[in-house]
């Protein structure tokens, strides 16, 4: 599977098309991406009720794909679990340049549709654009600490701020991979307010292709099998079964108007609003 930063560091002419509207070149450095204004978000204890997509998961082998030991269970893994690293509010660009549309070359590779996130399959309007904060790793099962800039990366920004329609069904995103038996996606974390999707059948963020999706009330079913399994060997086994999904398959409702995302390949944040990687 390629991987896009390499890619588009290969392709270097093409960022110059965010010089149009004023838009800033992305920086190399995380010292330069903090140049950003940056808020952090506070998350505040979340008391809801549960949702129902009146959908039944199946769940299928996984590969542990991580050598420390112990493991970090996902909760307290900075790659499964967004809510560690959390993310901060990007003011740098105007509204026309936070929106979804062709800024890179097309990918060569089946990314994840994330137009099919939604039914009918749809573009979004983006209110806002984030950056993802950098995490300083510690030794197992230590999970380590927020870093105070963003993650070091040459996209400008690492997190858009869908519109959506709260409680508005949001789906598994399609995408140009088979995992066997119709498995599109395993899920590598869940919580009641959040997911974290991968596209291979590997325990890890740093192979293929991993979504995080944010304020989004997860299916009660998905989250009750999710939440036994965790207890079932996945950190004492070599195999082990997580939640499976397949392709356009119901994972929650919107809880607000803005829906926000992450995709990453290979380990690295990527840009979501390239309309060529992932809303075509």
Sequence with gaps: MQTRIFRALSLIGALALFALGGARTPAVEAQDVGAAVLTPRAYLPLIQRG??????????????????????????HADKNLALRSYAIDNSLSNPQKQIQALYPPPVDSPPNLHTLFNPNRIPNVLNVYDVYNWNWAMSPNPGTRDSVPVSTIWPITVIGAQVTPGETIRTPNSGYDLGQGV?????????????????????????YTIHIENICVDTNLLALYNSLETAGRYSQGTFNLVTLTALQPIGTAMTNELPIVIRDSGGFMDPRSLTDWWQ
């Design 51 to 76: 949702c129902s997509a009146a959908q039944t998961y199946g769940q299928g082998l996984v590969y542990k794909a991580e050598t420390d030991n112990p493991l970090r269970p996902a909760y307290n």
């Design 184 to 208: 599109a996606a395993i899920v590598l974390y869940a919580a009641s307010n959040r997911i974290t999707l991968n596209y291979t059948r590997d325990d890890n963020a740093a192979h293929g």
